[in-house]
């Protein structure tokens, strides 16, 4: 299944491969942070190579022509969170970053009826007062709301958590109205951001680390098929319902998005979400970073107390000053890491709390080629919400039952459904006339009870097109081929522990200094030299480059000031 | 303006905040809409005479500081603690899980299972009372901004308090009905299943407000819950304080955001320089200021507030101690938990989601004569059992949902202690919704507010704030289990009222 032409594939042209050899930087992983980490690192002129497990580079933006002539954005299929100063620093639009804006989301109801949301605030407006006026007049302060919360994380995105957390304990108690002159600038920057907020915004803050996000919303709206279409975000890639607290978060973590600067927009790579990583490795390479794929690597070298380097699977062994993980915990801190090579005896801690970090996959991928374009009932005729995100979410309810189903160790009769028509937005993705539907189903888990997903990969894929044939009658007749991937098939392809997206649930018992442990909460590890950069790190999840650019930032400074004391 | 102190509501925290400030010298009045003291603390004869506990009888949590500053032992009140803290009853092939104080005793129980639980339990407590101890000083006084740091750099307390329940005991324990039984001591606050993220918390705030180096005892007072509301009352009273009963507040007299006292249902009008209502937030503002009076945000955040969290009471007159599976007789005076593994609880949850009724309904038990003979008549025993996580509002309603609900734990009681419906000679089930008709007790909850993260701490109010801003009623102050730290027999809400009241 995996076997399809891909144009993100590449090894490098340029530079003939080295076999062993020393580096300034090793990168684990050619997903997208770790590309990321890769061009900053090089970007500042270190000899950098990128080390990934698969034949491909991307990760989970892996994009395959899985079906002569249709084009599938495997797993991830829409970018918002991508940091516009990744986007600008790596110059990726010149690499060839393209992001066809999707405009709309359609919520089709079991009524015939609809919720449909423009980018036009006051189409919206129009749509949804059908519901409820007065959540119709809600909805742009509530938009309002997210986003200064959404401004507040990013803000706290800059700083280590630790240093955060000491500051605004310090606050208080010992230098009332003041920051500690010991922490650097952009910590106290940030700490005075956070101590000087309305109250009314921290408290928001709060609600949204903790709350569920159908209490949250049910503080907003009344209409319960908008608090269930906008409850969608709180539940992507999350082994959690509406009503399971912490779903608050996940929904402020997909409201940190924009493209070209609008903010909460969604976007569609051309081609396929391989582009995005495409781009990045092409940056990448351009500032002098070597990327070598089918090279798996087997563990961190260690010596004196520092990493010094890896070694590969085929039992070659690359030495370097730092090594970069993008890969999951489990993996990162876990199997390439011995635990007697961390200093003061803290390795055997650290495998034991990395053993219980969650991080199994709840969502599965079921990407469908259709003779044509699929008529919604509650929108028949071809138009512009085909260009948008369709969701299958009408209550609630509706998505509190499919999550019942997977708690127990089912995959949902009735699934959640968050889809998009790739070829729409880009008609390079399909032959004149057909079209590709990505659908993103929750819930899936990672383990079925008593039956395998190879068992029940096909019964899954026929409940997604039963539910979608509730909205879109015909549907079923319109399949000319599926491709249908539980989370097992998300790990084996894109080697995310677990299948998680956001390699580790994204909850409050994971954030902050428990992203993804104490001792390695600041992208460093307890062995100096080694360092994260994935999305279990920092605030991390989605394709955000975020983590990857923080990282490389951090090794930098770290390097600098061990250069610094060498001297 | 007068110096009174009028407080709305004789609970415990009500009576806990009247003695406070008569001892202080302040005069005093309490207004209690029932002809008896103690509200959801109360013991009162609804099955002729037995003396039946309505609501929380555990003192497990009651401050010990107020035990002493308020001379209750002098007053009446006499402790008693259970040899047992929880236990599981043996069902099916699965033994039964005893949980003692020590935790030496109750690894020597759990050896039985054959399992790695037995090593673990005493490093669990351990571990369970240094986060515990860690996160009481919060719970004594309303939590500060700086908290919140502290709380984010104590990566593993943070971690206790928001994870999902049964995760963190998966990490400790093999044997289900051990976890069921921790489960069913931290969730009846709440609606959630021990699946769901915070339900730590709970359990956390249970241990904290316990006992300091074991797992919280089961403490009774001597008569039932009116032991210690009794002694509450008569220390009140012995400093000066009025307890008014059969006195039905209608509304708080505010004048230009100021509470100048209280107005009876009867029109008779009560001047007060201060006003503290231990009524739940909804009620104290919604039902007693109302609305037209209140800012629409303000209005806004009261109704958001959730009341999940509701029980059911099942008072059996037993012509015997009832026969649980696997319990000696020690065992049965601490809380019999009735669900033997933690997916009982939450599909009992996963219905109330729905407005159903759980097929199974789990439930805590006790029998309060096992400890205290002389609460029922010689030769009956009392057994209260419990169910937690229903819905309020039922589907079909309770007038049919009721005797549905009775059914049902019947036949589930019948399961764990064999025999015991024909021991049955009179029975008594308050529904949750009498918790509200009856107690005022806004949604049935027990906790005046359901006891999640996204409730507590810096979220819920306190006596004069809520998440920082102040009540939008000078003179006003709160004092119910709705305030910070929360439900249960603590008197912590009503001891922070009073203090903060004296302090201007």
Redo the contacts between chains.
């Keep these: 299944m995996t076997e399809g032409v891909t144009e993100a594939a590449g090894t490098p042209g340029g530079a003939p491969e080295r076999r062993g050899g020393h580096f300034d930087a090793i990168v684990v992983g050619a997903g997208h942070n770790g590309l990321v980490s890769a061009a900053y690192l090089a970007r500042a002129g270190l000899d950098v190579v990128v080390l990934e497990r698969a034949p491909v580079i991307g990760g989970a933006t892996l994009s395959e022509e899985a079906f002569p002539g249709f084009r599938y954005s495997v797993f991830s299929y829409l970018v918002s969170l991508l940091r516009p100063e990744v986007i600008h620093e790596l110059d990726l639009v010149k690499h060839g970053l393209f992001l066809v804006p999707t405009a709309s989301t359609l919520n089709p109801l079991p009524n015939g009826d609809c919720l449909f949301r423009e980018s036009d605030p006051w189409r919206t407006y129009h749509h949804i007062a059908r519901h409820s006026r007065r959540d119709a007049e809600a909805l742009s302060e509530y938009k309002l709301e997210m986003r200064r919360m959404g401004h507040l994380m990013f803000k706290l995105q800059r700083a280590a958590p630790d240093e955060l957390a000491a500051a605004v304990a310090g606050h208080v108690d010992e230098n009332p109205g003041q920051i500690s002159s010991e922490l650097s600038a952009e910590v106290a920057d940030i700490s005075r951001y956070f101590l000087d907020l309305p109250k009314q915004r921290r408290r928001s803050f709060l609600q949204m680390l903790t709350m569920s996000s159908a209490d949250f919303l049910d503080q907003w709206f009344e209409c319960d098929a908008l608090k269930a279409a906008l409850s969608s975000s709180s539940i992507i890639g999350s082994f959690l319902s509406p009503r399971t607290p912490g779903s608050a978060y996940v929904l402020l973590h997909h409201y940190m998005g924009e493209v070209d600067g609008v903010y909460r927009e969604w976007g569609f790579q051309k081609g396929g979400t391989g582009g995005v990583a495409a781009a990045i490795a092409s940056a990448a390479r351009g500032y002098g970073a070597e990327i070598r794929t089918d090279c798996p690597v087997a563990r961190v070298l260690a010596r004196g107390g520092r990493a010094r380097g890896v070694a590969l699977a085929n039992g070659d062994e690359l030495t370097a000053d730092v090594v970069v993980s993008s890969a999951a915990p489990q993996v990162s801190l876990g199997r390439l890491l011995d635990a007697d090579d961390v200093p003061g005896g803290a390795g055997k801690g650290l495998r034991d709390r990395v053993a219980r970090w969650q991080s199994a996959g709840c969502a599965g991928k079921v990407n469908l080629a259709l003779d044509g374009l699929p008529r919604f009932e509650c929108m028949p005729e071809p138009g512009p919400h085909l260009a948008g995100g369709i969701t299958i979410a009408p209550s609630l309810d509706y998505v509190e039952r499919a999550f019942d189903d997977a708690k127990y160790g089912g995959f949902s009769e009735r699934p959640f459904i968050d889809m998009i028509i790739p070829s729409v937005l880009d008609p390079d993705m399909a032959p004149p006339g057909k079209c590709v539907l990505s659908c993103f189903v929750q819930y899936a888990p990672y383990e079925l009870a008593g039956t395998t997903w190879d068992e029940q990969r096909d019964a899954f894929g026929d409940a997604v097109v039963r539910t979608l044939a509730e909205y879109a009658p015909g549907i079923e007749d319109q399949v000319l081929h599926r491709q249908v991937l539980a989370p097992p098939d998300i790990e084996s392809i894109a080697g995310i522990s677990g299948g998680n997206i956001f390699h580790g649930e994204l909850r409050l018992s994971q954030l902050f200094l428990l992203r993804p442990d104490p001792a390695a909460a600041a992208f460093r590890t307890p062995l100096p030299g080694y360092y994260l950069c994935g999305s279990s790190t920092q605030f991390g999840g989605g394709i955000s480059g975020g983590p990857g650019r923080l990282a490389a930032l951090r090794i930098l400074d770290d390097l600098l000031r061990r250069g610094a004391e060498a001297r | 303006m007068s110096d009174r102190v009028a407080i709305i509501g004789g609970g415990h925290n009500g009576l806990v905040a009247a003695a406070l400030l008569a001892r202080s010298g302040r005069e005093v009045v309490v207004l209690e809409a029932r002809g008896d003291l103690g509200g959801l603390a109360s013991t009162r004869e609804v099955i002729p005479g037995h003396r039946v506990d309505l609501g929380h009888h555990d003192l497990g949590m009651f401050r010990r500081s107020l035990i002493d500053e308020l001379e209750l032992v002098r007053h009446g009140l006499e402790l008693i603690e259970a040899p047992a803290v929880a236990s599981v009853p043996a069902v099916g092939d699965s033994g039964a899980v005893v949980l003692w104080p020590e935790p030496g005793r109750t690894a020597d129980g759990l050896a039985a299972f054959g399992s790695r639980d037995a090593a673990a339990w005493p490093r669990f407590v351990a571990e369970l009372a240094a986060r515990a101890a860690a996160l009481e000083p919060l719970l004594c006084r309303p939590a ?7 709380l ?2 104590a ?2 307390l ?2 206790f308090m ?2 999902p329940l049964e ?1 963190l005991l998966g ?1 400790w324990f093999e044997t289900r009905a051990l976890a069921a039984g921790l489960c069913g001591l931290a969730l009846p606050a709440t609606a ?1 299943g021990p ?4 339900t730590g918390w709970p359990l956390l705030y249970h241990c904290a407000l316990g006992a300091a180096e074991r797992l919280a005892p089961v403490v009774r007072a001597r008569g039932g819950a009116a032991g210690l509301t009794g002694a509450l009352a008569a220390s009140a009273g012995a400093s000066g304080a009025v307890l008014r009963t059969g006195a039905v507040v209608a509304r708080i007299l505010v004048n230009e955001r100021r509470a100048g006292g209280v107005q009876l249902a009867d029109g008779e009008r009560i001047e007060a320089g201060a006003v503290i209502s231990t009524a739940t937030p909804a009620a104290t503002f919604l039902d007693l200021i109302g609305a037209p009076q209140l800012e629409p945000r303000f209005v ?2 009261l109704q ?1 507030v ?1 009341y999940r969290g509701t029980s059911a009471r099942l008072a059996l007159s037993l012509d015997d101690l009832p026969r649980f599976r696997g319990l000696e007789r020690p065992a049965l005076t601490g809380r019999i938990v009735l669900a033997r593994d933690p ?1 009982d609880i ?1 599909r009992a949850a ?1 219905a109330a ?2 407005g159903r009724l759980p097929e199974r309904p789990w439930m805590e038990a006790a029998l309060p004569t096992a400890l205290d003979p002389p609460l029922a008549p010689a030769g009956r025993h009392l057994l209260l059992a419990t169910a937690h996580h229903l819905p309020f509002h039922v589907e079909g309603g309770w007038a049919s949902a009721g005797p549905e609900l009775l059914d049902r734990m019947l036949t589930e009681l019948e399961g764990w202690a064999p025999g015991v419906r024909g021991r049955i000679r009179e029975h008594a089930l308050l529904l949750p919704a009498d918790y509200e008709s009856q107690y005022r007790a806004t949604g049935g909850g027990l906790h005046h507010g359901e006891m ?3 409730q ?1 701490l ?2 819920r109010p306190t006596a004069r704030a809520w ?3 102040p009540l939008p009623v000078e003179g006003l102050w709160l004092g119910g289990a709705g305030c910070h730290p929360g439900g249960g027999l603590t008197g912590l809400p009503g001891r922070t009222a009073a203090v903060s009241l004296l302090r201007g």
Aim: aromatic share 4%.
């Design positions: 500060e901004l700086a908290d919140m740091g502290r984010l750099i990566p593993e943070l971690r928001s994870a995760e990490e959630l699946r769901a993220n915070g806004r955040r958001a959730k997916d939450e996963d989601k729905y999640n993260p996204g507590s810096w979220l998440a920082g801003e």
